[in-house]
């Protein structure tokens, strides 16, 4: 019952639905060297054949296990002599990779890099850990997942009604309470699923096989003895051992009792040394807790301390109270600022000041802690001083979180810095290590301010919640914003980025941007008019459904709610995501008229001013989105960023333009000549200070799919 095509395989839509990169790679018989990795049972082989009977080029299958190094010279040999003689390319599979040793890894990369042969390989074990690092790097690794119970049942249904190669010339029946229990002790193993089908379809009847059209019927009790409890797949030494310690220390990170203690039960189940959880969580409790709770680390070593008093079976209690408790205090990586300080001394070895030096030996000769103050002496006990070496003035290593106990000191942290950053401000420039305008003082200021571009934030709140997969498919619409569209793409590698554009100059950026890439893995880009509602029509565009679509600076078009129009593409679970500039809502011209006018003309200009943004950026509406039949409002988020514009003329023209639809024009319209002359007059850079204080409001949205009830 192998699949032959792609029609036929069943499973891992993450990496092969329709318009993901790599069934877009079988398609066009382009493929690169390839690893295919994942859980026994799930596809990898069958990948392969598939794509043997896709492919134009020769195709040649080994596997690691049974062939040696004599095998590989003579694959070699012969793609060298198809390459020179028939121009033709040669695949080559080998199945169970990992177990090839690091000579037998080695003689194939040559052939890789020339491109000789294009390597398909298949494992089980971590390709990162267990193959050949440059023969990684020169491969695209594909994960296949265990296969979904739905997957399994669609492949059982297949070999039920399959004449040919499955049982289609009985009537196959199983009771439903078998067939539940067959698909979920698989475990997502179609191999072993099908091995279980097998034995419990041919040994029911008498003897096999019975005469066509004789109903065999499978009870709960067969499909019991026909698949027998898997065991807990764990191997101290291998890939699955540190992936399932990954996925316990990651929910403690993750405030997540529940996964800990599932995972903890496996190891401790599959035979795992108790001790070897306790070094990881006391690494943990320092790492992921940190100073915002500083008695995480004694709870752990305390606990660790009972249990080799205890043991087992007892001390799992012990286990148990000490994942608790890290699973369920806040966290603080703070401590990883060490490793930030441990740079700047691998950088540069600084001189110690010379008020921080030992005065018991040296400070009558050479002055050695002349200027010290002892913080003691003081009434909080403590004074502001430099404590860096001065080279290093200004740098900040350690950023206290507002977790636990660590938010109960992060002002005091913060306080302190800045009365010592007065401190430095307040020297005489002789004493400065540095200029005025120094790169790394106002680095310390921009850190403890927080300010960062407004651009960058808002790409953040947009993109942070997204809860995007790497196989996932994103629409972009439309092509905008550069930078949004290269996050995007870095977020789907395996799934793709499609985007609507209709400037010229924003799709030639990201077209130049593109050429480094194969064909095979750039985002498509449409060409077609946004004007046009009918652009979702386009036969590029047709055949697909997207995880998530994105709206940059669009809500509506056409008088129609995009939203609304967009939710028969979207994928089922899918989500819509946007951000719209509010004008309206952020700083205002008239701010920069204010105590710069009298007061009466003033409220003419802010009144003239408000009809303006009313008529030409009305606010959406909430309600209005919030009722739509089949998309559940999830975030409604006004996000303003700070920053400081310089008035120069080029900026002020845009507000000035005295034609239709302009700032100017409007307000002169509902204004006297005099008013309308008054303001262009102060609106001049010369007449304004260097810079103004401004403030821009985005509005951040997200829809999902409602679920369907059945």
């Known amino acids: 019952m192998r699949p032959r095509t792609l029609e036929e395989y069943v499973g891992q839509d993450h990496i092969l639905g329709e318009g993901r990169l790599l069934r877009r790679a079988i398609r066009a018989d382009q493929l690169s ?8 049972g799930t596809g990898k082989t069958t990948l392969a054949r598939v794509i043997a009977n896709s492919t134009a080029s020769r195709f040649v299958s080994m596997n690691a296990v049974l062939s040696g190094v004599k095998d590989l010279r003579e694959a070699i040999e012969g793609a060298r002599k198809h390459q020179k003689m028939f ?7 080998v199945d169970e990779v990992h177990r090839w040793n690091k000579s037998q890894q080695d003689a194939l990369l040559p052939w890789v890099e020339k491109g000789t042969i294009i390597l398909v390989g298949a494992t089980t074990e971590n390709p990162y850990f267990e193959v050949n690092k440059a023969l990684v790097s020169r491969s695209r690794v594909f994960q296949l997942q265990p296969l979904t119970e739905e997957n399994l049942r669609q492949i059982v249904i297949q070999a039920l009604q399959d004449s040919q190669r499955g049982y289609g010339k009985w009537q196959v029946d199983f009771e439903p309470e078998a067939l539940d229990h067959l698909v979920r002790i698989a475990g997502g193993d179609a191999r072993s699923l099908l091995n279980a089908v097998q034995l419990a379809v041919e040994t029911t009847p008498d003897t096999f096989p019975p005469p066509e059209n004789s109903r065999i019927s499978i009870t709960l009790s067969v499909a019991e003895e026909s698949i027998q409890q898997k065991a807990v797949l764990y191997d101290k030494e291998g890939d699955y051992h540190f992936d399932t310690i990954s996925a316990f220390i990651k929910s403690l990170r993750g405030s997540d ?5 599932y995972w903890m039960a496996r190891m401790i189940r599959a035979g795992e040394d108790p001790r070897f959880i306790f070094r990881r969580m006391l690494i943990s409790a320092c790492e992921d807790v940190g100073m915002a709770d500083p008695q995480a680390l004694g709870v752990v070593e305390a606990a660790a301390s009972a249990f080799d008093r205890v043991g087992l079976p007892e001390g799992q209690f012990h286990l148990t109270q000490a994942a608790l408790y890290l699973a369920t205090c806040p966290k603080s990586n703070s401590a990883l600022a060490f490793f930030d300080a441990l740079d700047a001394v691998e950088a540069e070895e600084a001189e110690v000041p010379n008020h921080l030096r030992d005065a018991n030996r040296d400070k009558h000769s050479f002055g050695h802690g002349k200027g010290y103050k002892y913080p003691h002496a003081f009434r909080e006990h403590w004074v502001a001083q430099q404590y860096l070496p001065g080279t290093l003035k200004g740098r900040i290593f350690y950023q206290p979180t507002s977790q636990g106990y660590e938010g109960t000191i992060q002002t005091d942290v913060i306080r302190r810095r800045e009365e010592q950053l007065d401190r430095m401000l307040e020297e005489v420039p002789e004493t400065l290590t540095f200029s005025p305008d120094d790169k790394e003082r ?15 934030k808002l790409l953040q709140a947009l993109t942070k919640d997204m809860h995007v997969s790497r196989s996932d498919r994103i629409l972009l619409a439309p092509l905008r914003w550069n930078q949004l569209f290269w996050e995007l793409f870095r977020k789907v590698p395996e ?3 499609t985007t609507i554009s209709d400037q010229e100059d924003y799709r030639n950026l990201v077209e130049f941007s593109m050429e480094s890439l194969p064909e095979s893995e750039r985002p498509l880009v449409v060409d077609h008019s946004l004007q046009d509602i009918r652009w979702l029509e386009h036969s590029a565009l047709q055949p697909l459904t997207w995880e998530h679509i994105v709206l940059d600076g669009i809500l509506e078009q056409g008088g129609e709610l995009l939203p609304e129009k967009l939710q028969g593409k979207l994928s089922p679970n899918g989500w819509i995501s946007g951000c719209l500039p509010l004008p ?32 030409r950026a009305p606010l959406p509406k909430r309600e209005e989105l919030a009722s739509l039949d089949k998309l559940e409002l999830v975030e409604w988020t006004l996000f303003s960023a700070k920053e400081s514009l310089s008035p ?3 900026r002020l023209s845009a507000w000035l333009k005295d034609q239709p639809g302009s700032w100017f024009h409007y307000l002169s319209q509902n204004l006297s000549k005099d008013a309308a002359s008054t303001i262009r007059g ?9 810079s103004i204080p401004w403030t821009r409001v985005w509005l951040i949205y997200r829809f999902r799919l409602k679920p369907v009830l059945l």
């Not at 060297?33 to 026994?40: A, K, N, V």
């Open 495 to 497: 799934g793709g980025l």
């Open 442 to 456: 106002d680095r310390w200021i921009r850190r403890v301010q927080g300010t960062s571009a407004s651009r960058n």
């Open 682 to 690: 102060l609106l001049k850079p010369e007449k304004l200070p260097s």
């Open 648 to 650: 120069d003329m080029q």
């Open 584 to 615: 309206g809502a952020g700083s205002r011209m008239s701010e920069v008229l204010k105590d710069r006018v009298e007061e009466e003309l003033f409220s003419q200009i802010a009144e003239a001013e408000e009809l303006f943004y009313a008529e």
């Open 33 to 40: 060297s390839l690893i295919f990795y994942g859980p026994p």
């Open 87 to 93: 121009f033709k390319r040669t695949i080559l599979f």
């Open 257 to 261: 009792p529940d996964g800990a203690l």
